[in-house]
Nanobody, 114 residues
Framework: QVQLVESGGGLVQPGGSLRLSCAASTRIFSTYAMGWYRQAPGKQRELVARITSGGSTYYADSVKGRFTISRDNAKRTVYLQMNSLKPEDTTVYYC????????WGQGTQVTVSS
Protein backbone atom coordinates (compact mmCIF):
# COMPACT_ATOMS: atom_id res chain seq x y z
CA GLN A 1 0.00 0.00 0.00
CA VAL A 2 1.34 3.40 -0.96
CA GLN A 3 2.15 5.64 1.98
CA LEU A 4 2.20 9.40 2.08
CA VAL A 5 4.13 11.02 4.92
CA GLU A 6 3.79 14.76 5.44
CA SER A 7 6.17 16.81 7.57
CA GLY A 8 7.38 20.34 8.14
CA GLY A 9 4.43 21.91 9.88
CA GLY A 10 4.66 23.93 13.04
CA LEU A 11 3.91 27.19 14.77
CA VAL A 12 4.90 30.37 12.98
CA GLN A 13 4.10 34.05 13.39
CA PRO A 14 2.04 35.89 10.79
CA GLY A 15 4.26 36.81 7.87
CA GLY A 16 6.53 33.87 8.50
CA SER A 17 7.42 30.90 6.32
CA LEU A 18 7.30 27.14 6.44
CA ARG A 19 8.29 24.42 4.01
CA LEU A 20 6.18 21.28 3.96
CA SER A 21 7.41 17.98 2.57
CA CYS A 22 5.54 14.89 1.48
CA ALA A 23 7.33 11.63 0.82
CA ALA A 24 5.57 8.96 -1.20
CA SER A 25 6.43 5.27 -1.21
CA THR A 26 5.37 4.55 -4.75
CA ARG A 27 7.89 3.89 -7.52
CA ILE A 28 5.61 5.51 -10.05
CA PHE A 29 5.51 8.80 -8.12
CA SER A 30 6.86 10.67 -11.12
CA THR A 31 3.81 9.79 -13.22
CA TYR A 32 1.31 11.33 -10.80
CA ALA A 33 0.08 14.86 -10.58
CA MET A 34 0.48 15.72 -6.90
CA GLY A 35 -1.48 18.11 -4.77
CA TRP A 36 -1.37 19.78 -1.40
CA TYR A 37 -4.71 19.99 0.35
CA ARG A 38 -5.91 21.45 3.62
CA GLN A 39 -8.94 20.89 5.79
CA ALA A 40 -10.13 23.26 8.45
CA PRO A 41 -12.40 21.90 11.22
CA GLY A 42 -15.95 21.54 9.99
CA LYS A 43 -15.02 22.27 6.39
CA GLN A 44 -14.37 20.19 3.33
CA ARG A 45 -10.86 19.39 2.28
CA GLU A 46 -9.69 21.85 -0.36
CA LEU A 47 -6.95 21.79 -2.95
CA VAL A 48 -4.29 24.38 -2.21
CA ALA A 49 -1.77 23.68 -4.96
CA ARG A 50 -1.12 21.09 -7.61
CA ILE A 51 1.84 20.13 -9.77
CA THR A 52 1.62 17.82 -12.76
CA SER A 53 4.17 15.22 -13.77
CA GLY A 54 5.43 17.75 -16.29
CA GLY A 55 5.80 20.50 -13.74
CA SER A 56 2.76 22.65 -14.50
CA THR A 57 1.33 24.24 -11.40
CA TYR A 58 -2.01 25.46 -10.11
CA TYR A 59 -2.75 27.50 -6.99
CA ALA A 60 -5.92 28.34 -5.19
CA ASP A 61 -6.63 32.07 -5.25
CA SER A 62 -6.20 32.25 -1.48
CA VAL A 63 -2.53 31.23 -1.68
CA LYS A 64 -1.48 32.50 -5.10
CA GLY A 65 1.71 34.53 -4.89
CA ARG A 66 2.51 33.22 -1.41
CA PHE A 67 2.85 29.45 -1.80
CA THR A 68 5.04 27.49 -4.20
CA ILE A 69 4.68 23.79 -4.97
CA SER A 70 7.60 21.77 -6.31
CA ARG A 71 8.64 18.17 -6.64
CA ASP A 72 11.74 16.01 -6.65
CA ASN A 73 10.94 12.80 -8.48
CA ALA A 74 14.23 11.16 -7.55
CA LYS A 75 13.30 11.59 -3.89
CA ARG A 76 9.61 10.85 -4.51
CA THR A 77 8.87 14.02 -2.60
CA VAL A 78 6.62 17.00 -3.16
CA TYR A 79 7.15 20.30 -1.34
CA LEU A 80 5.06 23.31 -0.44
CA GLN A 81 6.95 26.50 0.33
CA MET A 82 4.64 28.77 2.26
CA ASN A 83 5.57 32.44 2.64
CA SER A 84 3.72 35.43 4.08
CA LEU A 85 1.63 33.10 6.19
CA LYS A 86 -1.66 34.37 7.58
CA PRO A 87 -3.72 33.20 10.56
CA GLU A 88 -6.33 31.88 8.12
CA ASP A 89 -3.74 29.43 6.78
CA THR A 90 -3.91 27.60 10.11
CA THR A 91 -5.09 24.03 9.63
CA VAL A 92 -3.85 20.52 8.79
CA TYR A 93 -2.15 20.10 5.42
CA TYR A 94 -2.17 16.86 3.44
CA CYS A 95 -0.68 15.70 0.18
CA UNK A 96 -2.13 13.25 -2.30
CA UNK A 97 -2.30 12.70 -6.00
CA UNK A 98 -4.61 14.98 -7.95
CA UNK A 99 -7.25 13.81 -8.16
CA UNK A 100 -6.82 12.06 -4.84
CA UNK A 101 -6.32 8.36 -5.48
CA UNK A 102 -4.29 7.24 -2.50
CA UNK A 103 -5.06 6.75 1.17
CA TRP A 104 -4.65 9.98 3.10
CA GLY A 105 -1.69 10.35 5.42
CA GLN A 106 -1.68 11.89 8.86
CA GLY A 107 -1.14 15.39 7.59
CA THR A 108 0.96 18.09 9.18
CA GLN A 109 -0.41 20.86 11.38
CA VAL A 110 0.33 24.45 10.45
CA THR A 111 -0.47 27.10 13.04
CA VAL A 112 -0.04 30.79 12.25
CA SER A 113 -0.36 32.86 15.37
CA SER A 114 1.37 35.65 17.23
Amino acid sequence: QVQLVESGGGLVQPGGSLRLSCAASTRIFSTYAMGWYRQAPGKQRELVARITSGGSTYYADSVKGRFTISRDNAKRTVYLQMNSLKPEDTTVYYCNTHPSLLSWGQGTQVTVSS
